[in-house]
């Protein structure tokens, strides 16, 4: 085992490439990253037992305040991250779509590319300007028990950039992020994100984490296959409002999809107080949505960009929104409606949707911003819709829509409706519950019309 006293020390420790590099008790100011050679194998860096924080000085130059590019078997232990995000973070837009984050962010945390086995864990990360883990191209990653807060920046507008969560991208594979506490942070929680045309996040599990207080998403999986998301937490996703990036669309959602995703699932997660959509699935498809809850608790003006509950959308060209299991869910409060389905060979079953249609579209139009076409006047006011298509056209054909329970204004009249073109004898309809009696909801914001009706 290698002592460090500091920022010299260290380096000149690292050079080894492998062992236990043990860091001293209190503060090490560091000026730019800190570089794991490219041959490092079985190396582990970890804090005193006394408490270590690793802390960028006001003039730090660097991609991270860790860089590790290629090794084997790299771990992080028990010591503290400070960034100096004040004197540190600029405005910065997004990345360019063809430029992954990893060349495109400075002044994260840790940066890992090309990492295989890659173990971090008992970290506490505060203040970084941008992620505070970014990891790219790398497998077998474990991530564990990381508390992250007071991390990212912003745009030239203020608005949130992406930043200041986990990112795993470009084809990250065989990773776990588990029992991590993330707090107040401008971006996303925690991210995959690939390329286009950049091989698929793949064989992932990101659960038991806790997210609050982020602007953006608390957890989306962006282009990837057989990723496992379950029994996380979270309140207050997409707050504060003024951080929201709503010049490039970026609506707040708890459980967030993106590119192409199949053969994963969502279990048991829930989340309160989201200003935005309780799940979007946009590019999910073969895969299961079961046992999760989002609830709002507060009128509808405290979600300036509240939405629709469960969206399915087709942007990525190579999928179809098909074969979808979202069953057992239960959602409480939505500005708009519940369920927004697509495509075909879905089921949607034995969920519970209460509180719908909170903003009363469209007698609330020009409060809430209902937007209704002229031909599809029922979409932002229904229970489950049955589109014919999102960003791609794609009816909603050969889907079952059975059992569920849909409570809320004028649910009676608009528990279940269907788009021009769509039809419900095309589809398996039964037994859904639909009413516009809220008084099953404890809070006692009540609707008290006794429409009920079994469609």
Known sequence: MFAVSDESSLREKLRAGTGVIELPAGVVEVSSEIVIPATAHD????????????????????????????GTNIKFSKFEIAGNREALAVPAGLAPSDVPFSRFTKN???????????????LALREIAGFPLLISRSSKVRIEKIEIRDSGSENAKKRNNTTGGILLEEGTTDFEVLHCNIKNVY??????????????????????????????????????TEIRVENNTGERIGFPVARVDIENDAIPVALDTAGNTDKSAYIGNRFAEINGKCMDLD???????????CENRQPPDAYKFGNYAIVMNNSNPDMQSQNVTITDNTIDGTLFGGIFVIGSGNRITHNRLLNINMAHCPDNSARFGCYLAK???????????????????????DNV??????????????????????????NKVARNNCSDDATVNARNRVYQLPVRRIF
């Open 43 to 70: 190396l582990e860096i970890r804090g005193a037992s006394a408490g270590t924080v690793v802390r960028a000085t006001t003039t730090f130059q660097g991609r991270a305040i860790f860089v590790s590019s290629g």
């Open 187 to 224: 971006g996303n929680g925690i991210w995959t994100h690939s390329l286009y045309k950049s091989p698929r996040n793949a064989h992932g599990r990101i659960a038991e984490n806790n997210i609050s207080d982020v602007a953006r998403d608390a957890i989306q999986v962006g282009h990837a």
């Open 283 to 293: 590019g999910f498809h073969d895969g299961e949505i079961r046992g999760n809850s």
């Open 108 to 122: 994260n945390g840790i940066l890992a590319e090309n990492v295989k086995g890659l173990s971090i864990s008992d």
């Open 375 to 397: 031909d599809e006047p029922d979409v932002l006011r229904t229970g489950i819709y049955l589109g014919r298509g999102a960003h791609r056209p794609d009816i909603a054909r």
């Open 401 to 426: 829509v059975e059992d569920n329970e849909i409570v809320g204004f004028q649910m009676g009249r608009h528990c279940i409706n269907v788009a021009p073109g769509v039809t419900l004898a095309g």
